[in-house]
């Protein structure tokens, strides 16, 4: 009986049905294409032991002048920098209160009431407490005097849960001298689509509107830069903050409004960048000079060299322009000798020229736009970003990537939750991918590769501890970094990526499967499969015992369900296998769950006879 060798196309393609793709690949998880082959892609393992508070929606990494380096992470809750093996909280004071608050404690309830006239603070916040006193009981200075979070507010009071269960003697109020510290107003975990831009879909009446638009009723995205050997901050429709690295990892962030010597530096903005030349502070979408209310198409940038000065005058270069593009901006990005602002009706080219405009700005596209604020990447020279129905490169001009897995995306993608979605890089592998929610989840639950190289796609699941909410490319470390969330437990971690093959101490599962076959072109026989000679390579093998499982699925016509037929574990030391599957149609599939190796495919061969018709 002949053999038949099995070379299948490269890519996931998802565009016709899995039996009109014929000759190719129709479902993956945690695959990759390399060298036109499908492989098990690379694990991951904690950056540190440590977890850290909230869902980090964006990492940022630099290396000051003195090679210390840092990663800065904004997550819905918190700043953080991390130095060494160590997180930070470098989360900004919103307001301080001086002698000025009292406790009340129930017998029997661990929930302390403070009271703090119009403190503020909204539910989730954070708050330190200090120069407290015993309140007579177990509450004890020790247990007021640290961080809180609280869990209810009124007008003049706030909750928070104490590590002691108060008793009977707890009847004082803390004393005359306690202080509070607020961090700033936490935002939310979840996109509010009935608030502030958004109201509706693109080119809605609707669109533009700023009805209850707040950085703290929205979903808290960030966007962070380094100033020189110092970190500059914005919470999207907030405020800049700016953490000065000379004065120790101890010390917060703060408002760049409160620095000496500030003058008109916004108060709310949609991001902040720094510019490629000269060193600008660039605020995308800000409020004008004089107002307290975002514009959303004002482009305002600083004077060269300074964080503080946003007055323009005649002695330096401070200034702003006004897009006429579009109603809104969604994000920029620096790229090589521009920068990329993305509004909801195109693209425009925002570039350094120097005196007397300092940059120019011009419409380099239209028609497009960007799925999320972080939906595009710089890879290979190139940005590719996602749009709400397609993805495309941009090298000059903006160019529709065509995608094979394009209507699989976009059919089940959850568009309440797209501010969600991110790209990340991974460039050891020439990949650019798309973190997403799917249809059925409020969390990102899903991604997309694309192999800017080979061209090739891929998809999966964020299963098996691979949900990420952000990602660097860490181009100062070792390995691409990202930020994970674990809905479970609501510990968050920082992951070192393509970092042996498992997630730490875990297994996690790969798979991939082809579209069907049948025996000749029109499928009118049965086909007999005898014997199958699998070719397999294993990565970082460490027993004999490593395997990787084949399975023969079949089914008779194209809308029934497949069902397995033969099931063969493959070993390194493994030669052929005998099977009995019949079917019209067949598919296969190739698996395994691992922590310490992976895998990578080549061609297959099965011994194929007809076995009659019916």
């Not at 032991?49 to 002048?65: E, H, L, M, N, W």
């Not at 919103?94 to 009340?104: D, L, P």
């Not at 060269?304 to 006004?322: F, K, L």
Request: hydrophobic share 35%.
């Amino acid at each position: 009986m002949p053999l038949r060798k099995f070379q299948f196309q490269p890519g996931i393609n998802k565009e016709g049905s899995d039996y009109s793709n014929e000759g190719g690949w129709f479902d993956a998880d945690k695959v990759r294409f390399r060298k036109g082959r499908p492989e098990r892609i690379g694990g991951w393992e904690k950056t540190n032991p440590d977890s850290f508070v909230g869902t980090c929606r964006k990492i940022y990494v630099y290396r000051s002048a003195n090679q210390t380096d840092y990663t800065i992470l904004g997550t819905h809750q918190k700043l953080y920098a991390l130095q060494g093996d160590e997180f930070f909280d470098i989360t900004p004071i919103r307001a301080t209160t001086t002698n000025g608050i009292v406790f009340a404690a129930t017998n029997g309830s661990a929930i302390i009431t403070a009271t703090d006239d119009d403190h503020g603070a909204v539910t989730g916040d954070f708050v330190t407490i200090s120069s407290a006193v015993s309140l007579g009981g177990v509450i004890t200075a020790a247990v007021l005097n640290t961080e809180h979070q609280i869990t209810g507010i009124t007008a003049d009071t706030f909750t928070f849960i104490a590590t002691e269960t108060a008793n009977g003697n707890d009847t004082n109020n803390g004393g005359s001298a306690t202080d509070a510290a607020y961090q700033i107003n936490t935002g939310l975990d979840v996109y509010v689509s009935s608030t502030g831009w958004g109201v509706s879909s693109w080119g809605d009446s609707s669109w533009g509107s700023a009805s209850g638009i707040s950085a703290v009723n929205q979903l808290r995205l960030w966007s962070i830069d380094n100033f020189g050997d110092d970190t500059i901050a914005n919470i999207r429709l907030g405020g800049i903050f700016y953490w000065d690295e000379s004065a120790g990892v101890e010390a917060r962030a703060v408002n760049a409004t409160s620095i000496n010597g500030a003058s008109n530096v916004p108060v709310k903005t949609i991001q902040v960048m720094m510019s490629d030349v000269d060193r600008h502070v660039i605020a995308f979408g800000s409020n004008a000079i004089g107002s307290t209310t975002i514009n959303p198409l004002l482009v305002r940038f600083s004077d060269a060299e300074s964080i503080v000065d946003w007055t323009p005058s005649s002695t330096n270069s401070a200034g702003g322009v006004q897009l006429s593009l579009g109603s809104v901006i969604i994000g920029a990005l620096r790229t090589r000798q521009e920068i990329l602002i993305w509004t909801d009706a195109g693209i425009v080219s925002m570039r350094f020229v120097g005196q007397p405009f300092i940059f120019s700005f011009n419409e380099v596209a239209t028609g497009m736009s960007m799925i999320s604020p972080n939906a595009a990447i710089n890879a290979n020279g190139q940005v590719f970003f996602m749009d709400r129905g397609s993805f495309y490169s941009y090298s000059g001009s903006a160019q529709r990537l065509p995608c094979t897995v394009l209507d699989y995306i976009f059919s089940d993608i959850n568009t309440g939750q797209l501010f969600k979605i991110f790209a990340a890089h991974n460039p050891e592998h020439n990949e650019v991918m798309w973190f997403y929610p799917s249809a059925s989840s409020v969390e990102i639950d899903k991604y997309v590769i694309y192999n800017y190289l080979e061209k090739t796609w891929s998809i999966g699941t964020t299963s098996d501890g691979f949900t990420r909410t952000a990602w660097n490319d860490a181009p100062t470390r070792v390995h691409p970094l990202a930020a994970s969330k674990d809905d479970q437990t609501n510990v968050n971690y920082l992951y070192n990526h393509e970092l042996g093959h498992g997630s730490g101490s875990d297994n996690f599962s790969a798979f991939i499967e082809s579209s069907d076959f049948d025996l000749d072109p029109d499928g009118e026989r049965f086909m007999f499969v005898s014997k199958i000679i699998p070719d397999v390579t294993f990565r970082n093998q460490q027993t004999q015992e490593d395997d990787v499982t084949i399975t023969i699925k079949g089914r008779d016509y194209p809308l029934e369900d497949l069902s397995t037929l033969s099931t063969i574990s493959v070993t390194p030391a493994s030669t052929f296998t005998n099977t009995r599957a019949r079917s019209r149609q067949c598919a296969i599939r190739v698996s395994n769950t691992s922590n310490d190796y992976g895998w990578r495919l080549g061609d297959l061969r099965l011994e194929i006879k007809p076995d009659g018709r019916r």
